[in-house]
């Protein structure tokens, strides 16, 4: 069978990896591409696709979807990606079904079994706030003299053979691996505590290597997808700030559905009848699955929050939770406001690719989304954040954006924590008590 795998430089070179790489049955004609800028008009290198495709497998932009299927003989194509509208899935369904062929996702079946125990943190969309939860895990465990590495979902947007296995201990690693910003954003938050992260291409053998130091693995999701490695202990994350996503983001529904604990994130800043509305959600989708509320502890760097006040700022926020994610404000934000600082609209003077950026997402809020994904969008970033007429930068992304880009105006940095919040159970609690368990 000819097939095409539809993806975003992630879970589709996974599931090739792990399903039809060696299925002799089976002939991957090209991988699709879409979400991701610079993603395409490359090729999945030789060395990772193996014997049967020696010349690599083309990587197309999505759009080419009816041409693969009418020039190219494709009969199925594999849905390998995430945090898109059940409706957009269902397009694609039609698409395939016009030009004559199947669309089929895969599901859970691609997962990898490791030899140590694995905490997975998922979520409903991209922004939730996994990482921040994973990094709250890992740092918690270590503290008590537990080996914790943890695995974070691919985002190869490079050389892929390169990146096949990447290991980040130190801030040299991000150089090495020529990191774009949104890469950063995931992997430089660990360098900060002094923990080990890996990711990459091959996750069969980044998984080897991170068990060899590691006591426990715990895999921080990307997006809304379900772990690339089998979970021993699933914890989902729902967002009080955009209820009932659960139901209508694909594969957001599966992932509660999975969850061994639900958390409703960001509890402390959203309605009290959001908060509720989805612990009720996650109760009729997954009635055994118990359910705490978690908050942010949200905090400036480099001067008193109380000095903000009536100062003109301009926030900074994590590009793919301001873009795809479609949230209108995150923590810079939420800081601002809760300083009484003047938020001013830097949308009239973004220039180049993020000008483009808010013309692919007309919604976006009164923010700059720190987009990066190549020197030119760091260059326009820039710019832009400059032609604002601000007196302070808040950076809401969570690595040293300053370091990256040169401004006109000071920037401070917006950090932002996992927080237990009063009345609800403790997460460290029941995560030392699975942990217990697990060694008894």
Known sequence: ???????????????????????????????????????????????????RYPAG??????????????????????FAYSDVTVQHVASLAARAVAAGADLVQ????????SNKPVIGVGAVRTGCGKSQVTRWLCQHLVERGIRAVAIRHPMPYGDLAAQAVQRFAERADLERHACTIEEREEYEPYLELGLVVYAGVD????????????????????????????PDLHLVLLDAHRPGHARTWVPSEAQVRLADLILVAKADTAPAEAVEAERALAAELNP???????????????????????????????????????????????LARRAGAVIVDPRPHFVGELAATWRAYPELGPLV????????????????????????????????????????????RVRYDLAELPGEPSLAEHVEGWWAARCS
Request: with cysteine; net charge negative.
């Open 1 to 51: 069978m000819r097939i095409a795998i539809l993806g975003a430089a992630g879970r589709d070179f996974h599931d090739f990896l792990v399903l039809y790489r060696d299925d002799p049955h089976v002939e991957v004609v090209a991988f699709t591409a879409t979400q991701i800028p610079y993603i395409t008009d490359r090729r999945f290198p030789a060395s990772l696709a193996g014997p």
């Open 57 to 78: 497998i083309p990587i197309v932009d999505e759009d080419e979807l009816e041409r693969l299927v009418r020039e190219e003989g494709v009969e199925q194509l594999v």
């Open 106 to 113: 895969p599901g859970a079946r691609s997962m990898l079994a």
């Open 203 to 230: 996750y069969a053998a980044i998984l080897a290597q991170a068990e060899q130091e590691a006591d426990v693995l715990l895999w921080d999701g990307g997006n809304n997808d379900l772990p690339l490695i089998r």
């Open 288 to 334: 055994a699955a118990p359910v705490f509320a978690i908050g942010s502890h949200i905090a400036l760097d480099g001067l008193a929050e109380s000095e903000l006040a009536g100062r003109r700022v301009v926030c900074v926020e994590d590009g793919p939770t301001t873009t795809h994610g479609g949230m209108a404000f995150v923590a810079a934000t939420l």
């Open 369 to 412: 989304p720190a987009m990066g994904y190549s020197q030119q969008q760091r260059d326009d970033l820039a710019a832009s954040l400059n032609a604002t007429d601000a007196e302070l930068v808040l950076n809401g992304s969570p690595i040293d954006l300053g370091a990256l880009i040169e401004l006109d105006k000071p920037l401070l």
